[in-house]
């Protein structure tokens, strides 16, 4: 079997993909179910239908593109990532595990290759909160994680259902039927971006990854007293603003002596009321993101906040109301596609190290339902989620190779 990469061609293709967004380039935005997510979705549908793949669209808009193998009752190796992004994003994270999955299957068939097992590419719906306020919609779907009843209660900032929009958007199908059958896939790579630093800094050009890390997601809302910032004294100030930043500093603490540097906390919102210079803060909303590899040390850090929040509370006699949105699991990836890959390297004398992934993906909720592993390349000083995003033509070809030559092990 002789697999080359079409460089050229999936280069553009990430260029074209790029140019359909909300917002001038470099900046991609594409927020689920908007025309631009639509057009990129028409735009991938047409991209799959020229080579010759099986096109289905499931009732939130999951998308397989199927290349039937010899064995049409064999269970599907999948592949596949997301191609809506946050706003003010980049161009390459989700869309070289899309895209880079296209072109490995491209490449199997220009090789010559047949699969027994199905090779099946798979765009999820969503996979950025940024609509509905959950990540990885689609893939919670699929895998069960989220029920069609707490799914049909998802609203969007404007108020309107996840319902009313998805079938606005001409996805009509009934959400109880998106869950995948049991034994679906033999198993499910994703490609992607690293999203960090380290590939970078040790020079090497592939991460295999064994473990992925789960958020759990708080919302807390401080109540304080407000008034005028001249009229009340020290003595007298029950600041919301200041038990938040007391409380945002606490969070930062649990998660720096959990003992593990795969602990992580941030605090990316506070919304503060009334917001005026010259008004004391009488109400502050926070959103807490803490991930870990580990549930166990994760839910510690969890209830330490807790804990937290009950004694700034008393200290400073403001109400501190807490409420946790999801807190997920963490995933093992499985050994035999870890294996896999790191064979498909060694074959191709590429250096590569084992991994963690910090940053969640659908990876995380297929490995529900499947055996999963996720292949890392280089991007840029780490940078993800902005428009200087950026992933070298060379990274994404030889990931691409990786990621066409584990395909065919695993589909053989």
């Known amino acids: 079997m002789n697999l080359t990469i079409d460089r050229d061609r999936l280069l553009s293709e990430i260029e074209a ?33 020229e080579a010759g793949l099986a096109v289905r669209q499931d009732a939130v808009g999951n998308t397989f593109a199927r290349w039937n193998g010899s064995d049409p009752a064999a269970p599907v190796v999948g592949t596949g990532s997301h191609i809506d992004a946050i706003p003010n994003a980049g161009k390459y994270d989700g869309v070289v595990g899309v895209l880079g999955g296209l072109e490995a299957i491209r490449a199997l068939r220009r090789s010559g290759f047949r699969p027994r097992h ?17 990540g990885c919609l689609g893939s919670r779907l699929l895998s069960g994680a989220l029920s069609p009843n707490a799914a049909r209660k998802l609203t969007d900032n404007d108020g309107a259902t996840l319902e009313d929009v998805r079938r606005r958007a001409g996805f009509a199908g009934e959400l109880d039927q998106v869950t995948l059958p049991a034994g679906y896939h033999e198993a499910f790579v994703e490609l992607h971006i690293e999203q960090g630093p380290l590939l970078e800094r040790q020079q090497i050009p592939l ?46 603490n649990a998660a720096r002596t959990s003992g593990a540097i795969d602990t992580v906390a941030t605090v990316g919102i506070c ?16 959103s807490v993101d803490v991930r870990d590899t580990d549930r166990q040390r994760r839910d510690l850090v969890m209830h330490t906040i807790d804990a937290t929040c009950h004694s700034i509370s008393a200290n400073r006699q403001v109400e501190i109301h807490s409420e946790l949105l999801n807190a997920d699991a963490p995933a093992d990836c499985a050994p035999e596609i870890i294996e896999a890959l790191s064979h ?21 909720f297929m490995a529900r339902i499947a055996p999963v592993a996720m292949l890392f390349i ?32 695993l589909s053989r």
Do not use: Q
């Open 118 to 134: 199905s090779i099946e590419l798979l765009i999820f719906t969503s996979e950025e909160p940024t609509r509905f306020g959950i």
């Open 344 to 364: 498909s390297c060694r074959k191709h004398e590429l250096n590569f190290i084992p991994m963690v992934s910090r940053a969640y993906h659908d990876s995380l």
């Open 207 to 252: 991460g295999i990854v064994t473990k992925i890390a789960a958020p759990a997601s708080l919302r807390i809302l401080i109540d304080g007293s407000g008034g005028h910032a001249g009229g009340v004294l020290m003595p007298d100030r029950h600041d919301a603003l200041c038990a938040a930043a007391e409380l945002i500093l606490a969070i930062e």
């Open 378 to 409: 280089p991007c840029r000083n780490g940078y993800s989620h902005r428009p200087d995003e950026y992933a070298a033509p060379d990274d994404i070809v030889r990931g691409t190779l990786v990621l066409a030559e584990t395909l065919a092990t």
């Open 17 to 49: 993909l790029a140019s359909i967004s909300e917002a001038e380039p470099p900046v991609v935005t594409r927020i689920v179910f908007t025309p631009s997510d639509l057009k990129a979705r028409a735009w991938m549908i047409a991209r799959c239908n």
């Open 271 to 286: 919304n503060v009321f009334p917001g005026a210079v010259n008004s004391i803060p009488s109400r502050v909303r926070l």
